[in-house]
């Protein structure tokens, strides 16, 4: 129903930014919340950032909170990850998702579990 593609990923220096984009060809895209992951090799995938729907409510992780911002244009069909300030513990392959549920209590946004995964995009950062 939903194929989600990523792209804008690359070798970029210490210090750099990179803006990673998610683009989906189903005509309900904006029905969905769509998550930003990563994974490194030997390591679990981590949740990165997820956006609901309309855009109007987002999660960004702790350990990038203030570095990366999630963000949408449905016009578009596409999701994306800004990335700033970037080291080498930034460097995985990232992917973007479904989100299957989110939660919206106390005013706390919270995607819950991930399907229709894209390829992913390697993010390698290095001098």
């Known amino acids: 129903q939903l194929e989600l593609v990523e792209s804008g990923g690359g070798l970029v220096q210490p210090g750099g930014a990179l803006r990673l984009s998610c683009e989906g060809s189903?005509?309900?895209?904006?029905?969905?919340?769509i998550g930003w992951l990563r994974q490194v090799p030997g390591k679990e995938r981590e949740e990165v950032a997820c956006i609901s729907g309309s855009g109007r409510q987002t999660q960004v992780a702790v350990g990038v909170k203030g570095r990366f911002t999630i963000s949408r244009d449905n016009a578009k069909k596409t999701v994306y990850l800004q990335m700033n300030n970037l080291s080498a513990e930034d460097t995985a392959v990232y992917y973007c998702?479904?989100?299957?549920?989110?939660?919206?209590?106390?005013?706390?946004?919270?995607?819950?579990?991930?399907?229709?995964w894209g390829q992913g995009t390697q993010v390698t950062v290095s001098s």
């Open positions: 998702a479904v989100a299957q549920s989110i939660s919206s209590f106390g005013g706390k946004f919270t995607c819950n579990g991930f399907d229709s």
């Open positions: 189903g005509v309900t895209f904006g029905n969905y919340g």
